[in-house]
C-alpha cells in the first residue's frame, strides 16, 4: 500500500540497549525526517534527510543515528538506550523541506526501562 | 529564539458550538504557518497552509487566519463535531533551513455531545 509505515508501533526496551526504529515510504519523496513527541513538548526534529546519503541534525540528535541509503527507508538507531528516550516517535517525509506537506506515520511507542 | 506558542492548552466545547485556537510565534525569517489535526495515537494531518500573503484559508469548517505582522494565527472550527475532537498544532517554517520547522505544544479540543 502507498504511505508511509513505521515498525515496530510499541516497543519496550531496557537502558543500554541499542534499538532499531523504521520508516518506510513509498512516494519517493525527497525529504524525511524523525520527530519525538513528549508531554508537554511539541513535535521535536530528531534528524532530517534531504536525500539518499545526506542526513543533518535537528534540534535534539543527542544519543540518536540515522542512515538512509535508500530513499524510501530512513531508520532511526537509538545506540544505547536511556530512560529520558521514552518518547512517541513518528517519522515523516515530504517533496521539499518547507511549503510542502509532511506525511506523518502512525507512530512508534518506544518505553526504555 | 524561534518559538511557537499557542492557547489554550485545552479547550472543552458542546457539539455544534464555535471556537478558536490561537498560535502565536517568533520565528524569523518566516516562510509559512500551517495547521496540523492529530488524532489520538495518530500522527499529525495538514489542514491549511499559509503563506507572508495569505491572511485568511479555509478546508471545510476549518479557517485560519494569519496577521504577519503581529505574527498571530488562529484557527477557527464552525459547527463541531465529535470527530474534531483532537490536538491541533501549529507549525511554522523559516525558509532558511529544514532544522526551522517549529512545532507549537497544540492545543487538545474535546467535543462533548
Known amino acids: 500500500d502507498a504511505g508511509i509505515t513505521q515498525s515496530p508501533r510499541y516497543k519496550i526496551t531496557e537502558t543500554g540497549r541499542q534499538v532499531t526504529l523504521m520508516c518506510h515510504q513509498t512516494w519517493s519523496h525527497s525529504y524525511m525526517f524523525w520527530y519525538r513527541q513528549d508531554l508537554g513538548h511539541g513535535l521535536r526534529l530528531i534528524y532530517y534527510?534531504?536525500?539518499?546519503?545526506?542526513?543533518d541534525k535537528g534540534e535534539v540528535p543527542d544519543g540518536y543515528v540515522v542512515s538512509r541509503s535508500k530513499t524510501e527507508n530512513f531508520p532511526l538507531t537509538l545506540e544505547s538506550a536511556t530512560r529520558s528516550q521514552t518518547s512517541v516517535y513518528f517519522c515523516?517525509?515530504?517533496?521539499?523541506?518547507?511549503?510542502?506537506?509532511?506525511?506523518f506515520g502512525p507512530g512508534t511507542r518506544l518505553t526504555v526501562l | 529564539k524561534n518559538q511557537v506558542e499557542q492557547s489554550p492548552q485545552s479547550l472543552i466545547i458542546l457539539e455544534g458550538k464555535n471556537c478558536t485556537l490561537q498560535?502565536?510565534?517568533?520565528?524569523?525569517?518566516?516562510?509559512?504557518l500551517r495547521w496540523y489535526k492529530q488524532d489520538t495515537g495518530r500522527g499529525p494531518v495538514s489542514l491549511t497552509i499559509m503563506t507572508f500573503s495569505e491572511n485568511t484559508k479555509s478546508n471545510g469548517r476549518y479557517t485560519a487566519t494569519l496577521d504577519a505582522d503581529t505574527k498571530q494565527s488562529s484557527l477557527h472550527i464552525t459547527a463541531s463535531q465529535l470527530s474534531d475532537s483532537a490536538s491541533y498544532i501549529c507549525?511554522?517554517?523559516?525558509?532558511?533551513?529544514?532544522?526551522?520547522?517549529?512545532f507549537g505544544s497544540g492545543t487538545r479540543l474535546s467535543i462533548r455531545p
Open positions: 534527510s534531504a536525500a539518499a546519503d545526506i542526513t
Open positions: 515523516a517525509s515530504s517533496g521539499g523541506y518547507s511549503y510542502n506537506e509532511q506525511f
Open positions: 507549525v511554522v517554517s523559516s525558509y532558511s533551513s529544514a532544522s526551522k520547522i517549529i
Open positions: 498560535c502565536n510565534y517568533t520565528v524569523s525569517p518566516f516562510s509559512n
